[in-house]
């Protein structure tokens, strides 16, 4: 019996990369500092042929690497904005009082404040509801 004989035959490839855009916006005064604006994320889905867009509420976390390498991405900013109460969950999970204000800083669609990088690139990664994550790379 071949190795992947158990696996079901369905008579049409699988394909796993999943392909996508996240919707940003980079704010930028002119200044030594740069946030960034999460609008949403886009995913082609390759089972149907379609373009997955949704507007933040779509969204479970999305991350910047505010001096990006082109090499790796370092999660230096987290965001979450996870449509059932986020804040909830991770109190439960952590069986712990959560500080209000702080978890407000990281509930967000807009960044906070991050020194404009010296390499001259960052890069946002998104990661939408269904596990799909994709990445964008802006030079500022």
């Known amino acids: 019996m071949?190795?992947?004989?158990e696996l079901k035959n369905t008579g049409r490839g699988n394909m796993f990369v999943v392909f996508g855009?996240?919707?940003?916006e980079i704010l930028d005064d002119g200044g030594p500092e740069l946030r960034v604006k999460v609008n949403g994320v886009n995913v082609f889905d390759p089972n149907t042929g379609d373009i997955r867009s949704n507007?933040?509420?779509g969204i479970a976390a999305w991350f910047i690497d505010?001096?990006?390498n082109e090499e790796s991405f370092f999660v230096r900013h987290a965001y979450f904005l996870g449509a059932n109460d986020p804040y909830k969950s991770l109190k439960t999970a952590l069986k712990a009082e959560i500080d209000e204000d702080a978890w407000a800083t990281l509930y967000a669609d807009t960044s906070r404040p991050f020194t404009r990088p010296e390499g001259g690139r960052i890069a946002v990664k998104v990661i939408n509801h269904f596990g799909d994550e994709v990445m964008?790379?802006?030079?500022?």
């Open 2 to 5: 071949p190795q992947y004989a």
């Open 21 to 24: 855009e996240p919707d940003v």
């Open 55 to 57: 507007d933040t509420s």
């Open 66 to 68: 505010t001096d990006y």
């Open 136 to 140: 964008k790379v802006f030079g500022v």
